[in-house]
C-alpha cells in the first residue's frame, strides 16, 4: 500500500500563495501518477492537477496559470504551488496516488485544509 500525507494548508487572504506538500511512503515503485483533488462544502470532488512519473501534467481550467504541480523524486514528495489564490480555491485538498497494479485503487491522503479569505 501507499500512504500518503499532506501538509501547507492554511488561511491566507484573496491574492496570496500557499503551497501544498504531500509525502508517499510504501509501495511507491506502483505510483504512476499524483494529483490533488479538493472538496469545497456541498460540493463534489475535483481534480486539480496531475503530474505523472514521466512529468506530464494537468490542470483543471479553474486553475491554470495559477497553480503549479511538481515532483521531487529523491523526497517522494508531490508539491502543488498555489498562487493568486481566490476565495472560491476554500476547500479540502486532497492528495491522490494512481497505483499501476490492476484492480489496486488510488490511495488517498486524509486532507488539509485550504482557507481564502475575501
Known amino acids: 500500500q501507499v500512504q500518503l500525507v499532506e501538509s501547507g494548508g492554511g488561511l491566507v487572504q484573496s491574492g496570496g500563495s500557499l503551497r501544498l506538500s504531500c509525502a508517499a511512503s510504501g509501495r511507491i515503485s506502483s505510483i504512476f501518477r499524483m494529483g490533488w483533488y479538493r472538496q469545497a462544502p456541498g460540493k463534489q470532488r475535483e481534480l486539480v492537477a496531475l503530474i505523472t512519473t514521466g512529468g506530464s501534467t494537468n490542470y483543471a481550467d479553474s486553475v491554470k496559470g495559477r497553480f503549479t504541480i511538481s515532483g521531487d523524486n529523491a523526497k517522494n514528495t508531490v508539491y502543488l504551488q498555489m498562487n493568486k489564490l481566490k476565495p472560491e480555491d476554500t476547500a479540502v485538498y486532497y492528495c491522490?496516488?494512481?497505483?499501476?497494479?490492476?484492480?489496486?485503487?488510488?490511495?488517498w491522503g486524509q486532507g488539509t485544509q485550504v482557507t481564502v479569505s475575501s
Open positions: 491522490n496516488a494512481g497505483d499501476l497494479r490492476v484492480g489496486v485503487p488510488d490511495s
